[in-house]
């Protein structure tokens, strides 16, 4: 059974950073394209970044390109994300999706396994 468990998140003020980090365990994940999303209080969840572990290639939302980075240790079976400069608005539950295949898809109906997510604040 395909497991995912996210942990890293945190209180942080605007500016600083954070490693969110999602460990996967169940099978063998080097086939599987895995992403980050995240949903704010009364909004909808919205696609983050998205990394396919066989090729390394990495897909960015533009709120948060150029601040987070997106990468994965396939020894760890673990997936990151690296938020830098964070803003209020950033503020959200962020959870790690996985799907079999190279997948270009930034909807979250495309992801078959989701984690229990991690709260990640910013203050101003």
């Known amino acids: 059974q395909v497991q995912l468990v996210e942990s890293g998140g945190g209180l942080v003020q605007a500016g600083g950073s954070l490693r969110l980090s999602c460990a996967a365990s169940?099978?063998?994940?080097?086939?599987?394209?895995m992403s980050w999303f995240r949903q704010a209080p009364g909004k909808e969840r919205e696609f983050v970044a998205r990394?396919?572990?066989?090729?390394?290639?990495?897909y960015y939302a533009d709120s948060v390109k150029g601040r987070f980075t997106i990468s994965g240790d396939n020894a760890k079976n673990t997936v990151y994300l690296v938020m830098n400069s964070l803003k209020p608005e950033d503020t959200a539950v962020y959870y790690c999706?996985?799907?079999?295949?190279?997948?270009?898809?930034?909807?979250?109906?495309?992801?078959?396994?989701w984690g229990q997510g991690t709260q990640v604040t910013v203050s101003s």
């Open positions: 999706a996985a799907v079999r295949g190279t997948r270009y898809c930034t909807v979250g109906s495309c992801y078959d396994y």
């Open positions: 169940g099978r063998t994940f080097s086939d599987y394209t």
């Open positions: 990394i396919s572990w066989s090729s390394g290639n990495t």
